[in-house]
């Protein structure tokens, strides 16, 4: 398959981050510089949130993507953390509106500092980000994202419309996916082209990579839900379940489960709570919603990695093809 060659051993996540370690180090300088304040509190919740940094995908993302088109200098390490900005800002409100207690295995900041300070504080992190976007002079960029940070409030909005109702179908819930999760991958990877000036062939290619590669990652993370280990995860299982989110699995589920299954899952949805998390994941595993969420999956991995052949061949291209493999192949 064009654009699919791979090195002969699987690349590992940290391999990825080895062949731009010297950017990721200065992606978390400039994450802390840009988060000082005379502000106190905002300085607290801050240094909370860069404590539990996680896995970072999505500036690796940009990185690999800039590298791979051939940037050089610094500016895709100010878009890296323009992404991570924004994107900690989102989990930030999230946090709020689902009530989280736990997010990568930490206490949530609203736990920690109470709902107020979590969404005044979100609301520093996007305005910042838009500061650093101004400093990086480029009207593309802000185009960008401006489009993608309103195209996320929109996917906000439509998962808090979807909440309790079982008769969301797949595409209202791919429609939230890609506005909540893919569009910011897209965005990132789309920027990372832009400060690294490739022409619009790769451009459009590395935009295409990350629709695809944020689209797989919210699939997985979907089905983990009824799979994984509150330990792996970071957060209880169950949580989807427990605010009443019509994800995948259970989509799949009603369109497939007899009648006592899908009744279950229903009353799950409609009510919200975690108490029969056993037995809705047992009828999600007996209607193939895991396998059926994961092939969705692989399918857009495939296409992500399509993409890249857009790209010319390098190290970087070849980091991109395995970080779209390990978005369906991770356990947490």
């Given at each position: 398959m064009p654009g699919r060659d791979r090195p002969r051993d699987p690349m590992q996540l940290n391999d990825m981050r080895a062949l731009v370690a010297e950017d990721h180090r200065a992606v978390d300088a400039e994450i802390r510089s840009q988060l000082a304040s005379d502000v106190i509190l905002i300085r607290q919740v801050g240094e909370h949130i860069v404590g539990g940094q996680?896995?970072?995908?999505?500036?690796?993302?940009?990185?690999?993507?800039?590298?791979?088109?051939?940037?050089?200098?610094?500016?895709?390490?100010?878009?890296?953390?323009?992404?991570e900005f924004i994107h900690t800002a989102t989990l930030l409100h999230d946090d709020v509106v689902d009530?989280?207690?736990?997010?990568?295995g930490r206490v949530t900041a609203n736990e920690m500092f109470g709902n107020a300070a979590s969404v005044l504080v979100g609301d520093f992190l996007y305005s910042r980000s838009?500061?650093?976007?101004?400093?990086?002079?480029?009207?593309?960029?802000?185009?960008?994202?401006?489009?993608?940070?309103?195209?996320?409030?929109?996917?906000?909005?439509?998962?808090?419309?979807?909440?309790?109702?079982p008769d969301t179908t797949e595409q209202r819930y791919l429609d939230v996916i890609y506005r909540k999760t893919a569009r910011l991958f897209e965005a990132g990877a789309q920027i990372a082209a832009i400060v690294a000036g490739a022409p619009a062939p790769v451009e459009d290619a590395l935009r295409r990579y990350g629709r695809h590669l944020g689209t797989a990652f919210q699939l997985i993370d979907d089905a983990l839900d009824y799979r994984g280990s509150s330990e792996a995860l970071g957060?209880?299982?169950?949580?989807?379940?427990?605010?009443?989110?019509?994800?995948?699995?259970?989509?799949?589920?009603?369109?497939?489960?007899?009648?006592?299954?899908?009744?279950?899952v229903r009353k799950a949805i409609e009510d919200g709570g975690s108490e029969d998390l056993a037995a809705i994941t047992a009828a999600i595993e007996s209607t193939g919603g895991l396998d059926y969420t994961a092939r969705l999956a692989q399918g857009e991995v495939d296409h992500a990695i399509q993409a890249l052949a857009e790209v010319p061949a390098s190290a970087f291209r070849d980091a991109l093809s395995a970080l779209a493999e390990f978005a369906v192949t991770r356990t947490h």
């Open positions: 996680g896995k970072r995908l999505r500036p690796l993302t940009v990185l690999l993507a800039a590298r791979a088109a051939g940037g050089s200098g610094s500016r895709h390490v100010h878009a890296a953390a323009i992404i009530d989280s207690g736990q997010r990568r838009f500061q650093m976007m101004v400093a990086l002079g480029n009207p593309r960029v802000m185009a960008v994202m401006a489009d993608a940070t309103n195209t996320i409030a929109e996917g906000e909005v439509l998962q808090l419309m979807n909440a309790g109702d957060k209880n299982v169950g949580d989807d379940l427990a605010e009443g989110k019509p994800t995948l699995p259970l989509i799949h589920t009603l369109r497939n489960g007899d009648p006592a299954q899908v009744a279950l």
